[in-house]
């Protein structure tokens, strides 16, 4: 089958995958917080962004390659981390960082995924990121930094941008608690999706596997209910500079959207500054991450990772002309995976790819260098 001809676009993967998963996990992956303005605010920005068409340049063949952090990617984006991936499609975790080891992208791992460290390593490649909410307990912090380093993974992205739990009301409505109950809501629904249902069956019931290994230390508690009690998902400054002490490797702040942060951060060790409003997960009132990009690209000369509503091969032109050095994206590889499988990341990769080269095509460049002159200002 040629997945170009049936699935041209990642709309095409994300209609799939709506068929394909139950209602509640569909709301779970799908949906932002509060009106989803944020979310809104995201696609509206990143469609002001015009270039220049340019004639009579000859062949291009464009260099997709982008350098990060010391090392070199066949293509300029990664995939995002994503809690709970497990709870979206069937071992989620392991078959994208297989699926990031095949096509040399990074692969980013959550601290509230379904799967540990120790279980994504034999699938992992050389571009593991761990991505941490922050432990509490100092202890719990060194063995898990000690645990992501032994399996493989070489850079740790700090999320900062959720200091309190989001209301995300999609989710409430569609019957998802916290912890999970298989309600005879919930049960209908997965009745109606059977290969999420067997996949599922095959893998077990997705739980914080991860925190699961800590839990264990208060009694009565399961990995969802206690993982508000484990993780201080609003650190301070005093622990971004233990986290810097302790982690011999990149370290990335992810959550960033304000240029009088970025020298700061700069200051303070880190490698990278990821700008990110959570893709619309956390904060009605945000500021599309595209238009708070170019403040910070002028207040440091750190790489920049940029994610949050990007679809498209323009998209990603659009971040890297306003200043990213590298694109991620989460909700998209997951749209992938649940519509095709483990064909679905590379699928979506292709398709950035293809579109990638059709738009600089358009405007006449063969690198991504000098994407800022061709913008319509």
Same mark, same amino acid.
């Given at each position: 089958?040629?997945?170009?001809?049936?699935?041209?676009?990642?709309?095409?993967?994300?209609?799939?995958?709506?068929?394909?998963?139950?209602?509640?996990?569909w709301?779970?992956?799908?949906?932002?917080?509060?009106?989803?303005?944020?979310?809104?605010?995201?696609?509206?920005?990143?469609d002001?962004?015009?270039?220049?068409?340019?004639?009579?340049?000859?062949?291009?063949?464009?260099d997709?390659?982008?350098?990060?952090?010391?090392?070199?990617?066949?293509?300029?984006?990664g995939?995002?981390?994503?809690?709970?991936?497990?709870?979206?499609?069937?071992?989620?975790?392991?078959l994208?960082? !297989? %699926?990031?080891? =095949?096509?040399?992208i990074?692969?980013?791992?959550?601290? +509230? @995924? /379904? #799967?540990?460290?120790e $279980? &994504?390593?034999?699938?992992?490649?050389?571009?593991?990121?761990?991505?941490?909410?922050?432990?509490?307990?100092?202890?719990?912090?060194?063995?898990?930094l000690d645990?992501?380093? !032994? %399996?493989?993974? =070489?850079?740790?992205?700090?999320?900062?941008?959720?200091? +309190? @739990? /989001? #209301?995300?009301?999609? $989710? &409430?409505?569609?019957?998802?608690?916290?912890?999970?109950?298989?309600?005879p809501r919930?049960?209908?629904?997965?009745?109606?999706?059977?290969?999420w249902?067997?996949?599922?069956?095959?893998?077990?019931?997705?739980?914080?596997?991860?925190?699961?290994?800590y839990a264990?230390?208060?009694r009565?508690?399961?990995?969802t209910?206690?993982?508000?009690?484990?993780?201080?998902?609003?650190?301070?400054?005093?622990?971004?500079?233990?986290?810097?002490?302790?982690?011999?490797?990149?370290?990335?702040?992810?959550?960033?959207?304000?240029?009088?942060?970025?020298?700061p951060?700069?200051?303070?060790?880190v490698?990278?500054?990821?700008?990110?409003?959570?893709?619309?997960?956390?904060?009605?009132?945000?500021?599309a991450?595209i238009?708070?990009?170019?403040?910070?690209?002028?207040?440091?000369?750190?790489?920049?990772?940029?994610?949050?509503?990007?679809?498209?091969?323009?998209?990603?032109?659009?971040?890297?002309?306003?200043?990213?050095?590298f694109?991620?994206?989460?909700?998209g590889?997951?749209?992938?995976?649940?519509?095709?499988?483990?064909?679905?990341?590379?699928?979506?990769?292709?398709?950035?790819a293809?579109?990638?080269?059709?738009?600089?095509?358009?405007?006449?460049a063969?690198?991504?260098?000098?994407?800022?002159?061709?913008?319509?200002?």
């Amino acid at each position: 089958m040629d997945l170009h001809a049936r699935y041209p676009a990642l709309s095409d993967l994300r209609a799939k995958a709506r068929r394909r998963m139950p209602h509640f996990v569909w709301e779970f992956l799908d949906s932002a917080t509060g009106d989803e303005r944020t979310r809104a605010r995201n696609r509206a920005a990143l469609d002001r962004v015009l270039f220049d068409p340019s004639i009579l340049h000859g062949e291009i063949t464009p260099d997709l390659g982008r350098e990060l952090l010391g090392q070199h990617h066949p293509l300029p984006f990664g995939i995002a981390p994503v809690g709970m991936s497990g709870l979206i499609w069937p071992d989620a975790e392991r078959l994208l960082a !297989a %699926a990031a080891k =095949r096509l040399e992208i990074p692969y980013s791992l959550s601290t +509230v @995924a /379904s #799967r540990t460290p120790e $279980q &994504v390593a034999p699938h992992l490649g050389a571009r593991g990121w761990f991505q941490m909410y922050p432990p509490r307990d100092p202890e719990i912090r060194r063995d898990m930094l000690d645990r992501a380093r !032994a %399996a493989g993974f =070489r850079t740790l992205v700090l999320t900062v941008d959720v200091p +309190v @739990a /989001s #209301r995300r009301e999609r $989710q &409430v409505r569609s019957g998802l608690t916290t912890p999970p109950k298989l309600t005879p809501r919930l049960l209908a629904q997965i009745a109606r999706r059977p290969a999420w249902a067997l996949g599922t069956l095959c893998h077990g019931l997705p739980r914080m596997r991860l925190i699961d290994d800590y839990a264990g230390r208060v009694r009565g508690m399961n990995s969802t209910a206690h993982a508000g009690y484990l993780l201080r998902t609003s650190p301070d400054w005093d622990y971004l500079h233990w986290l810097r002490d302790h982690w011999q490797g990149p370290l990335i702040v992810k959550g960033v959207m304000r240029a009088a942060d970025a020298q700061p951060l700069q200051q303070a060790g880190v490698d990278a500054l990821w700008v990110s409003n959570h893709a619309g997960r956390q904060f009605d009132a945000c500021p599309a991450t595209i238009e708070v990009l170019p403040a910070i690209r002028a207040a440091t000369d750190l790489p920049l990772i940029l994610d949050s509503g990007i679809e498209t091969g323009l998209d990603i032109l659009r971040g890297l002309a306003l200043g990213a050095d590298f694109i991620m994206l989460g909700r998209g590889f997951h749209y992938a995976l649940a519509a095709l499988g483990a064909r679905g990341p590379d699928h979506l990769a292709d398709i950035l790819a293809q579109d990638l080269r059709a738009n600089m095509g358009q405007i006449g460049a063969a690198s991504f260098d000098g994407l800022k002159q061709r913008l319509v200002t």
